[in-house]
């Protein structure tokens, strides 16, 4: 029997290609979420330092230095003190917003809607952002950015009077004034952005939890019904 024809071995093929080097520029989307989350920093940072000092006596050198950067890098950010505070309040404002929408859009009563946004309302008034809200207020603005602050807390009054009357109609709230009831649900919750402190007695949750069960139950043995009164 003739030998098998050996098979001729493949020849080598050139070489790879070297792979290249690493750019040392961070493509146009990394660089735009590091923009942001430092941006986000300064934000944070400024909101504290406002709420430890207070907007007017606290300074843009202050935040630069607690950042560690120069004043300068701050304007890569940021154009102003004001401009801080706005978006301070704008993020958690909308931050508010946008949840106790996802609230309203997973449906159910709205006795547990108005909980759950009540919720909601109590833990951003905790953060630092949400404090800014509290405790700074519009009055540092100028009039053109405080009619913007006021549209957006209208907005979330607004969704607290709806869930109000929604309750009353399905029975499971008392009747009342709805406009009357938004302010004194907001009005308590925001004050707790004023006198809770995170090394207090009370962690964060543990505020909501008794808060709102304050607020919805009463601290009344026998319950009595609440006079509905008209306007003037």
């Known amino acids: ?9 493949a020849r080598p093929g050139p070489p790879a290609p070297p792979a290249p080097p690493a750019s040392p520029w961070l493509e146009a989307g990394a660089r735009a979420d590091q923009r942001e989350r430092k941006r986000q920093a300064v934000l944070e940072t400024a909101a504290r330092l406002f709420n430890e000092r207070g907007f007017h006596a606290t300074s843009l050198d202050d935040i630069a230095r607690a950042l560690h950067v120069t004043k300068p890098t701050l304007y890569y950010y940021v154009r102003s003190k004001d401009d801080i505070l706005l978006a301070c309040v704008r993020t958690a404002l909308g931050t ?7 609230v309203r859009a997973a449906g159910g009563r709205a006795l547990d809607q108005l909980e759950a946004c009540m919720r909601v309302y109590t833990r951003i008034v905790t953060q630092d952002l949400g404090r800014c809200v509290i405790r700074i207020g519009e009055d540092p603005l100028p009039p053109p950015l ?5 549209a957006l807390k209208a907005g979330i009054d607004g969704e607290f009077r709806r869930l109000v009357a929604e309750g009353i109609a399905e029975g ?9 009831a938004a302010f004194m649900v907001a009005g308590a919750l925001s004050w707790v952005g004023r006198w809770w402190r995170a090394d207090g007695e009370f962690d964060a949750r543990q505020v909501a939890d008794m808060g709102v069960a304050l607020l919805l139950n009463g601290i009344l043995q026998r319950r009595r019904p609440l006079r509905t009164l008209q306007p003037g």
């Open 172 to 180: 499971s709230i008392a009747p009342c004034d709805p406009k009357m």
């Open 146 to 150: 405080r009619r913007e602050l006021r």
């Open 96 to 102: 508010m917003q946008a949840e106790i929408a996802a």
């Open 1 to 9: 029997m003739p030998p098998a024809p050996r098979r001729r071995a």
